[in-house]
């Protein structure tokens, strides 16, 4: 039981880092696109399209962390296999879910903005998007994987 106790306690400061980080990103990231707007006055009409999907990143990010956390919190109290354990994952899944139509509207106004420019150089951001889409699709398969035997055991 010690063990378990540390392992996830470890886990939780990570995720409250993980949790400031993401604060203080959101933080900052209105300076850094009125900078970029600045220098760049041509395409600053895209900074709208940027905040919105930057800061529904951080939101459903932020609503992920607090979600494992209270996940590894039943763990400690062995509530694992709790109806609020699957309500956790289910809300987990979710923000996968909008962390993939975020990364879809990402991708379009990439390619938009790549041809409003006359620039070809979306390819590398629009090849990381997919990877950031592959990488989600297999965090929602996880926990859908983790979810099935918690309704079984539940039941």
Do not use: W
């Amino acid at each position: 039981m010690h063990v378990k106790r540390g392992s996830t306690t470890f886990l939780k400061v990570i995720i409250v880092l993980a949790g400031i980080a993401v604060l203080a990103l959101c933080i900052c990231l209105p300076g850094i696109a009125v900078r970029d707007a600045r220098v760049h006055p041509d395409t600053a009409y895209f900074l709208i399209p940027f905040l919105i999907c930057a800061y529904g990143f951080c939101i459903a990010f932020s609503v992920s962390l607090y979600q494992a956390f209270k996940l590894l919190t039943y763990i400690e109290k062995n509530n694992a296999f709790s109806e609020l354990s699957l309500k956790s994952l289910q809300t987990i899944k979710r923000c996968a879910f909008t962390f993939i139509i975020l990364i879809v509207i990402a991708i379009v106004s990439l390619r938009v903005l790549a041809t409003v420019t006359n620039s070809d150089d979306a390819a590398g951001p629009t090849s990381l998007c997919l990877m950031g889409i592959l990488a989600t699709s297999i965090i929602a398969a996880i926990v859908d994987a983790l979810q099935k035997p918690l309704k079984k055991y539940g039941r």
